[in-house]
């Protein structure tokens, strides 16, 4: 009887469908909850190397006024061996502080616990004390550090001032791990005019982009470096958490540029990076002179 072989093959075809459909829906169940829980283990982890991480900061900072204390002189004098050795150990003191802030940094950025000291600043003042911090340690490399004049009047305005310090220190910590002696290393700031426009708003008329030029809504700050640059394909994988390329030493986390992206779109900016024409990288920063401008 076909009519009722054809029923018969309807129905186990549509208990199949729906077996399927209810595994389908469990498996999906499941991996969400998988996701979860390995979310909250991953919080868990977060948090406890958060803790050791704050731990390590009071010992550590005993251990480098030690050391200071030490090559200063003051508890005697140093031959040169001695001399030395401590000045390697500072060096390690404060590779092994900044390790502390940056994973201090990230947890805190983990646990949506970030929040910016947003107030009237001159970022002139603030990138200058940056070239003086850095400016012996590009010296003793035998790089060349410059600050280049502001490219138009930058007004005051809201940003914080320690965040921004962070994101160009590290940029500059960068450019002269990566630059060799002989090389330079230039830092530079701007009012720029940054149109965030919808797709059709791009086609708006060539009047209006004349006068939107005339009022700039940010300030680009770039560091740009003498050194073997970044190959185009890996310049936005650099800004993911704990990544590190093959070409990178040892040394680190892989978060100082990931922490620094973070910090500048909590600004509401943007932070990339392009190839230099003379050779080298140059990564761009725009802060907006009002943090609530879109």
Not at 69 to 75: F, H, P, R
Not at 167 to 179: C, D, M, Q, R, Y
Request: net charge positive; hydrophobic share 40%.
């Amino acid at each position: 009887m076909p009519g009722v072989r054809t029923s018969v093959r309807a129905s186990q075809t549509r208990a199949a469908i729906s077996g399927k459909s209810a595994a389908a829906e469990l498996s999906q169940s499941e991996l969400v909850g998988a996701l979860e829980r390995l979310q909250e283990e991953v919080q868990r982890t977060s948090a406890a190397l958060g803790m050791a991480a704050h731990q390590l900061r009071t010992p550590l900072a005993i251990v480098a006024g030690y050391v200071d204390l030490l090559l200063s002189g003051k508890t005697g004098g140093l031959n040169e061996r001695q001399r030395k050795i401590l000045e390697e150990s500072s060096l390690n003191c404060a590779r092994l502080r900044r390790f502390v802030d940056d994973f201090l940094s990230f947890s805190a950025l983990e646990a949506g616990k970030l929040m910016l000291k947003l107030e009237v600043n001159d970022l002139s003042t603030c990138l200058s004390e940056l070239h003086q911090y850095w400016l012996s340690s590009f010296n003793k490399k035998g790089v060349v550090l410059t600050l280049g004049p502001a490219e138009g009047r930058i007004q005051p305005f809201a940003f914080d001032y320690e965040k921004v310090q962070h994101v160009v220190s590290n940029l500059l910590e960068n450019a002269l791990k990566f630059t060799p002696s002989g090389g330079r290393v230039e830092i530079r700031a701007a009012p720029y005019q940054w149109e965030r426009r919808s797709q059709a708003q791009r086609h708006a008329g060539e009047e209006r982009r004349r006068r939107s030029s005339i009022a700039p809504n940010t300030v680009r700050v770039s560091v740009s470096d003498t050194g073997p640059g970044i190959p185009p394909e890996d310049r936005q994988e650099i800004f993911d958490d704990f990544v590190k390329l093959p070409w990178e030493d040892g040394n680190g986390m892989g978060l100082g540029l990931a922490i620094a992206r973070r910090f500048v779109a909590a600004h509401g900016g943007k932070i990339w990076v392009e190839g230099n024409p003379n050779g080298g990288s140059i990564f761009r920063i725009l802060l907006p002179l009002k943090p609530s401008d879109e």
